[in-house]
């Protein structure tokens, strides 16, 4: 799963919705709501934050990329 991340921090543009929806998976849980194309993860820090990915032909929208990488990032701080 790291090498994934990796790549995905590589290249935002360029994700696989599939790609991103099984890292979210591992690192959010199981998604809040999944329907076809747009899937929404809750945060487990305070606020009520959420973060939604969608597809698009096939691929993730490059700033919900961003996102979720933010979101991992910030996931990371707090677990140390």
């Known amino acids: 799963m790291e090498a994934l991340l ?12 599939s790609d991103l929806a099984k890292l979210c998976d591992e690192k959010f849980g199981e998604p809040r ?5 747009h899937r929404v ?19 993730a929208k490059p700033y919900q990329v961003r996102q979720v990488l933010k979101a991992i990032e910030k ?3 707090l677990r140390e």
């Open 75 to 77: 996931l990371e701080a």
């Open 41 to 59: 993860y809750r945060m487990p820090w305070p606020g009520d934050p959420r973060v939604n990915i969608q597809s698009r032909k096939g691929m």
């Open 6 to 17: 990796e790549a995905i921090r590589n290249n935002p543009n360029g994700v696989r919705f």
């Open 33 to 37: 709501r999944a329907r076809g194309r």
